[in-house]
């Protein structure tokens, strides 16, 4: 087996293991009772952590197109979970920032899904192997950021 033959397989045994992960946390959260997708949490979470946003800089830091965002944001906004007003600062723009409701659900879920995890390291990472975890965490979020075709 040759390098890039490694590589592929590596990056096949990542994508399921972080499928699989996103999976449990999800059903760990109680999230598949809401309806609402890892997408339209992460948002809910974004907003809630840096503030109101167009749907353009949510598209650019969540690197997903405009058209999936405002699906998300109409979905939140039926469930009154966001709202939508005009920039006072620009009036062509629309800002986009949680609700009262919107708020708890996420503070909520997040807590539900940050004990679980919480209570799964303590019991599968062995205390020897929470730097190797600390790394792979690192390596993930260098991944995440990661643009290939500027490297």
């Known amino acids: 087996m040759n390098a890039d033959q490694d590589t592929a397989e590596v990056a096949v045994r990542l994508s399921i293991a972080l499928s699989r992960l996103r999976s449990r946390l999800r059903e760990e959260a109680g999230m598949t009772t809401t309806g609402l997708t890892i997408s339209q949490l992460a948002l809910l979470k974004r ?11 949510l598209a650019a830091v969540e690197h997903v197109s405009q ?17 939508t007003e005009r920039d006072p600062s620009d009036g062509r723009k629309v800002l986009i920032s949680p609700t009262s409701a919107g708020r708890r659900l996420c503070e909520t879920l997040l807590a539900t899904r940050e004990a679980w995890l919480v209570r799964a390291i303590e019991s599968v990472v062995r205390p020897a192997e929470r730097a190797a975890l600390q790394t792979g965490i690192e ?3 260098r991944l995440a950021a990661a643009d290939p075709e500027t490297a």
């Open 47 to 57: 907003l809630m952590e840096s503030g109101p946003a167009t749907a353009a800089s």
């Open 67 to 83: 058209q999936a965002i405002a699906q998300s944001v109409a979905t939140l906004k039926a469930g009154e979970l966001v709202r």
């Open 139 to 141: 390596l993930l979020e």
